[in-house]
């Protein structure tokens, strides 16, 4: 098993976290592989970016659907693992030092006239961030990611129950019960059982989504697992003190202090319908071939891109992503050059990183 | 390149699959249930749930069921019996609920029993 970071990104700012205001170049929405690599190209340009996700760790799909799946067509690297590669990308876009706000959704986007220049926008988040930029990237792939809510004691959300683990910490000497049979169920089982007191995963089937190999380490960690079973109930004074699980053969009662549902996640392209957007299909945003689309100052890259003969490939969003933000730099600064220069030209000196605006 | 859910899906209609489905892209028609091509993203979370081995993505579709390819797409595009319009992309099942109408080929189908 490869260490595992859940939550410990750095300069992430959190759902929950105070609303703040900030100045970039360049917002890309969606931190996923091509929002990544999107990040890293504009730190070439010597633009200030923001990457904005709904999900709280980086990586869009890669991360929240397929970590351990080995991915083959990445060029340069004849075979590499979702996680490693989403950690290569950050660690790729982290010398230009990108402003995370992840674990919110991008909500709005107004256009903001400026008297001697080009139009700049307002990106507002769902917690209320604020990004001031004069240029959007949209790099969402399938959408905003909601996690699929448990189907019992969804009011304990916040009160013991959640879907992500931001704080390995809080889980401290607790009695945890995690649901799901990912690899995100199974991640987290792993990573809370040196912590907690007891883990019981419980999946409402017999096989597992996740990658084999993790199955078995859970199984072998100490965690109690239980198939065949859901969890129906969900009872406590305030906050979560039991857990009812019901399986084919009857059900029982666990002590409990917290529930991770890891039940996977629903995508949808969200508030962005009501960007303005040329819509194909009703999920993807058509683009010239500059990656631009029909809103002047916003590109779009990767899987939400759409134009004649697109292939949907990681390896066609990468490319895709380069020409939008140098497109994009072009359109913040109409006198730079689109070409960027090559990246075994000299180094040009690192970017200050986006400074928050009280 | 979408997954394709095949004839042993007919009067079963388990809909684990719809629980599993990312992008919400498995409607429910009345006998069968069918993906929507062009909502389908290929990521593979149904196929291991299904309870009768119904689903497989089209690149490893059986011959003798390789006409529930088209039938799945055209459950999306062509008018379902007795309707002018076609299903089209409505962005995800719970955007319509359940259709209640088959195609033709699995209207008429003999079924599993």
Partial sequence: MTELQHGAQPGAQHAGSQAQRHEVDLVLVGAGPVGLYGAYYAGVRGLRVALVDSLPEPGGQVTAMYPEKPIYDIAGFPSVRGRELVDNLVAQAGQYDPLYLLGQQAQSLERVPTADGPDRFELTTSTGTVVDCGAVVVTGGIGTFTPRPLPAGEEFLGRGLSYFVPTLDDFADTDVVVVGGGDSACDWVLALRPIARSVTLVHRRQKFRAHAATVDAVRACGATVVTDAQVTRIEGDGRIEKVEVTGKDGGCVLEAQRVVAALGFLADLGPMREWGFDLHDNRHLVVDSTMSTDVPGVYAAGDIAEYAGKVRLIAVGFGEVATAVNNAAVHLDPEASLFPGHSTDAAPPPPQPAAAVA | ?113
């Fill in chain 2, 1 to 113: 390149m979408p997954y394709v859910i095949m004839s042993d899906c007919i009067d079963i209609t388990d809909q684990s699959c719809v629980e599993e489905c990312p992008v919400d892209c498995i409607y429910v028609g009345e006998r069968k249930l069918y993906i929507n091509a062009k909502e389908c993203i290929d990521c593979g979370a149904c196929e291991p749930v299904c309870p009768v081995e119904a689903i497989a993505q089209d690149r490893r579709v059986p011959d003798d069921q390789q006409e529930f390819i088209e039938d799945n797409r055209s459950f999306f595009t062509d008018p379902l019996p007795g309707r002018d319009e076609p299903v089209g992309t409505p962005g995800g099942s719970r955007n319509v609920g359940d259709i209640g109408i088959d195609t033709a080929l699995v209207a008429a189908h003999p079924g599993n029993g």
